[in-house]
């Protein structure tokens, strides 16, 4: 059970995670969470190119550590990273302790104040750690989940939920995986020429000074 479009009482409830990004521009914030990944990471590349389009990898550690130069692509062109564990952990299902020894082991492989938890699932507790001082962590979860990781799913209806869903400063979440690969590959190519066609860009999300989107 997931929310395609992150509701107004979710944010009132967690105000100190980030779920759209504040902007005067018409600009989207396109995110890729699990890379990288061998194929999937190069296309959403080389789609990104086409349209001079920045986004941010949220990069799991262990995928970082096997594939250092799509790693480094990614950074050479331009996209902004952040930090995602090093083994994709459900922070409901670990120990605070398990938890931030994989951030932290992440933090050696990805210079970034950036965070998104895997499958969006944090404690209190642990969120109350990243906001301290000596953490530096901006939590950044999303204002539209394009559905990609449902195999339940066709590409078609993920476009949809995009389309539908997103206006500017909406921070939306693809995956650069293997399992999302057949709806991705199918959904981002046809996003990026939408919104570009209806006057849109595409950003990557700042690693400071971030600003909360304000309630419609």
């Known amino acids: 059970m997931y929310l395609v479009k992150t509701p107004w009482w979710l944010r009132a409830l967690y105000p100190a995670l980030i779920w759209r990004i504040k902007t005067k521009e018409k600009a989207i914030f396109l995110t890729f969470d699990d890379g990288p990944h061998e194929t999937a990471t190069r296309f959403v590349l080389d789609q990104l190119q086409q349209y001079n389009a920045k986004a941010t990898f949220f990069c799991i550690g262990k995928n970082v550590a096997a594939h250092p130069d799509i790693y480094k692509r990614i950074l ?3 996209h902004s990273v952040g930090n995602h564990t090093y ?11 398990i938890y931030f020894e994989e951030i932290e082991k992440t933090k050696q492989l990805i210079n970034s104040n950036l965070f998104r938890p895997p499958y ?10 990243l906001q301290t001082p000596n953490s ?26 995009v389309l ?10 693809f995956h650069d995986s293997t399992k999302a690969w057949e709806r991705m590959q199918y959904a981002l190519p046809k996003v990026l ?8 860009v595409f950003k990557g999300i700042e690693q400071m000074n971030i600003e909360q989107g304000t309630d419609e």
């Open 136 to 161: 530096k962590l901006q939590t950044i979860m999303w204002d539209v989940l394009s559905g990609d990781f449902d195999t339940n799913l066709t590409g078609e209806i993920c476009l949809g939920y």
């Open 120 to 129: 969006g699932r944090i404690k209190r507790s642990q969120q109350k750690k």
């Open 76 to 78: 050479t062109e331009g």
């Open 164 to 173: 539908y869903h997103s206006k500017p400063g909406s921070i939306i979440v």
């Open 193 to 200: 020429e939408q919104f570009s066609k209806e006057g849109y």
């Open 87 to 97: 083994n994709h952990v459900n922070g409901w299902k670990v120990t605070d302790e």
